[in-house]
């Protein structure tokens, strides 16, 4: 059964064009043709078609870093440092709290939020990954699942060695489920020893999947490193050949030029994450600077105890925002590199270029239609534009991932808001209380 | 005829409290009790009686400064610093566009944006203001309209003092309009003459209103002023005598701490405009720094050609994110003060902290309902926290403006969503066409 959907402009992202009256065309999963309407219409004269009069189609968006199960802490704790945050917040009430239960619940209504958003892809890093990978085979969201590593003892693994057999047997386990990828996730170079980085480094190479892990995301963090290993973070992971296409820096706030040459070189990624920088007072990454070296970009939202939504619409604005204020150059970061930062930039951090983060045949059919019809919106001069500094994440109107439609009119088309509120109230109070 | 407005939580701002199962009891227009739910039901049994199950009442957002009539350029000139923006962009399509039906229309499509988004009050500068305050008189909205003098010729107006005639007329012609307050809007220190500059003092001064300028937005303004009149704009302005309690310096990007000091001191309002400021790369305003001396702030949203909306919660947001990334202190601008500068800031520095914003009795009753049911805004642990993290602008259901109510569930009781967006369809392939 093929379907077309017709959107008044279509995004492919790449090659970069915006077309008027368009048309993709689905098979089951994947995209098999895209273009002008009419011309589709005739080649495939039996198809389903959708009509989507005042829609902007594109690809789902990717969110390429967040801890989706923290969702249920949403505004837990506000206006403190990030390592008063952890120390005395966060780590404490997931001490207390996070188990099977909580990951499931917590990813659930993270999926259903993002989801809605616009976000068809996140990389998650968290306990419990396989609670996590259920809720997103449940809820139809595609996920890389990143394998938490830390020498420490956590509710999901006592030190490296059990975290790392636990991550092979949820790789293992899941390794053929549809919208499932994987990354091997060390928490931090401050949470994580030598050995295991490289351990990890090995096995990221053998199975050809991200090595994904917070880097400078604070000055105390790079500082610490030089009083206990004599180098940067960076340096140290460098020398350690861990820093390769594979590697994923997340935060990355304090680079200098130097380093922002080392990770272009290297082919790794940079994870840019606005809204959590600015709220744990970490700094300003140097984005522009990054793009302009030729770094691989993606953008996150981080966990939504440090943003407080999962939004990717929101920061991919402040992401362009911030890169004009902070740099003093306002053509910096222009619409069209901010939309291809949250789609094929950040699929292309996640590994996943060849199968998301761009309308092409072949291609797996994860799309998003973006209503332009709300008054709010009125007049549009430029459609690129409109989607960086206008659109508010209700006004994604229908949402696919693989194929399948998973948000209707702005409605997940499989949950109950009343359930997912019921839940998250549960929770809550438990939370609360404690 | 006595309406009780029955919220889940009231947020009166001033004094700060959370109130749990409150209630505000309105006459005509103002408000005539607030409290407890249950006493107010004893006290007026005969109220009209609005239950608000899932939602937060607080005072109408303030937004201290826009352009409202250039919401019929929204998106027509992105990424281009200032200078380039104004001189080869706005200016000439003004030229040719601006006239009375443009203020008439984009002023009405502003409010509309303005009002669903839980803006009540603007304080406007823009030309042809008296259309402005008739489209305002018409969609019920409070306006501060600023009274444009420029010593150029305009569409408006030929130099200084036609400018000043026609301001003179128009307060003359509104002062007893409902909801319509007036400023005296100077454009800028390197658009205005110093002798213009004093006669407005005085007759702000006179009239008891604001005197309501652009300041300091860029690093070229400052030395422009070095290089002609041998100091910075703020000293130029000070040393005539404008600085006083009826000043109003909109942006005040750059400022050294002895010039923060000096607009403390005077008793002078600044205006903090993050969206604007970051987008035309003008730089991060001192706005942690501004509350810290104590000087009187409120927000703006700037004009939609350099934002591209008119949504105050959005800029709340990114006020505190910005002040908390910019001084590297998570602490700084937390929610409470967020929301404070949001409304009797923003209230206090237009002169009108008597009137509205905040819940006080014979307070005018420019309220909001926000509705916090929805699946993405749970849990919630702290309702402050979530109005200016999590909120979006379609979160906001109910707006009332001096008892009026003009949003309800979301959308606007007295406007056709389909003839604004006709109304803006027009103008974009006017000005395109063009």
Redesign the interface.
């Known amino acids: 059964m093929i379907q077309l959907l017709e959107p008044r402009w279509l995004l492919p992202i790449e090659p970069w064009s915006v077309v008027e009256d368009g048309a993709v065309a689905l098979e089951d999963r994947r995209i098999i043709a895209l273009g002008n309407r009419r011309e589709l219409r005739e080649k495939y004269p039996d198809a389903h078609r959708t009509v989507l009069p005042d829609h902007v189609l594109l690809p789902g968006l990717v969110n390429a870093h967040t801890h989706a199960a923290m969702t249920?802490l949403?505004?837990?704790a506000?206006?403190?440092?990030?390592m008063t945050?952890l120390r005395q917040r966060i780590w404490p009430v997931e001490g207390r709290w996070v188990d099977p239960d909580f990951v499931t619940d917590g990813t659930r209504?993270a999926a259903?939020?993002m989801l809605?958003?616009g976000v068809t892809c996140f990389a998650d890093m968290y306990f419990f990954p396989a609670q996590a990978i259920e809720a997103c085979l449940r809820s139809g969201m595609r996920i890389l699942s990143g394998q938490v590593v830390v020498d420490a003892t956590t509710a999901y693994a006592n030190g490296s060695a059990d975290h790392l057999q636990k991550a092979a047997r949820v790789i293992e386990q899941y390794r053929d489920a549809p919208g499932v990828h994987f990354s091997l996730a060390p928490h931090a170079p401050y949470t994580v020893s030598d050995e295991v980085f490289v351990s990890l480094k090995v096995l990221s190479e053998e199975l050809g999947i991200p090595l994904h892990t917070h880097l400078h995301e604070t000055v105390d963090e790079v500082e610490e490193s030089i009083t206990q290993y004599g180098v940067r973070p960076l340096e140290r992971l460098d020398r350690l050949g861990v820093v390769d296409p594979h590697f994923m820096a997340v935060h990355a706030v304090h680079l200098t030029d130097d380093e922002i040459s080392l990770l272009a070189d290297r082919g790794a990624s940079a994870v840019h994450c606005p809204?959590s920088?600015?709220?744990?007072?970490?700094?300003?990454a140097r984005f522009a600077d990054w793009l302009a070296a030729g770094m691989r970009v993606g953008l996150g939202t981080d966990g939504v105890a440090s943003?407080?939504?999962l939004d990717l619409l929101?920061d991919m604005r402040?992401a362009s925002?911030?890169a004009?204020?902070?740099?003093?150059?306002?053509?910096v970061v222009?619409?069209q590199q901010a939309l291809w930062a949250a789609t094929l930039g950040g699929a292309n951090a996640l590994g996943l270029g060849h199968l998301i983060g761009s309308i092409g045949v072949d291609k797996s059919a994860d799309l998003i239609a973006v209503d332009l019809?709300d008054?709010?919106?009125?007049?549009?001069?430029?459609v690129a534009?409109?989607l960086v500094?206008?659109v508010?994440?209700?006004h994604v109107s229908d949402v696919w991932v693989a194929g399948r439609q998973v948000v209707r009119h702005s409605e997940l088309v499989d949950e109950d808001?009343a359930q997912?509120?019921a839940l998250?109230?549960t929770?809550?109070e438990r939370?609360?209380s404690s």
């Not at 506000?78 to 990030?82: I, K, T």
């Open positions: 249920l949403r505004g837990f506000d206006d403190v440092p990030l945050w209504l259903a939020e809605r958003g809204t920088n600015l709220k744990l007072a970490s700094g300003v943003n407080n939504r929101s402040l925002l911030l004009k204020g902070s740099t003093g150059d306002a053509s222009p619409a019809s008054q709010d919106l009125s007049p549009m001069y430029d534009s409109h500094n206008c508010d994440r209700h808001p997912l509120r998250a109230t929770w809550q939370i609360r």
